[in-house]
């Protein structure tokens, strides 16, 4: 799977956990090995990674490709060797990577 021609950016929608109604974000991203991956410069006071903790069906836009899947919080603790592949990913892609990694996976791919 390569990433669409011209697409920084990915699109979001997770469920509020409060609300129950949709919240969509544009959002960095990478791919590695078939999965995405965003990363959250506020760590876990970002409203949308709360609400990955909550409730983790998403559904999320590359380019023209809808996919829906699942979102998960990555712990660099407990991966770290991905952890560290994504940060490098990240800083090849855009030159940033401080934040909390969330892994993004389309449903098939689990």
Not at 70 to 88: I, M, N, Q, T, Y
């Amino acid at each position: 799977m390569t990433e669409p021609a011209g697409s920084p950016f990915l699109y979001l929608t997770t469920r509020g956990h409060k609300t129950g109604n949709p919240h969509e974000i544009e959002i960095w991203f990478v791919e590695r090995d078939e999965l995405y991956y965003v990363v959250a410069e506020h760590r876990e006071r970002a409203h949308w990674v709360q609400n990955v903790q909550h409730e983790p069906a998403v559904r999320f836009r590359v380019g023209d490709r809808t996919l829906i899947g699942r979102g998960r919080v990555v712990r660099p603790d407990a991966e770290p060797e991905l952890a560290a592949d994504v940060a490098r990913l990240m800083d090849a892609k855009y030159g940033w990577s401080d934040g909390l990694i969330v892994e993004l996976t389309p449903d098939g791919n689990r």
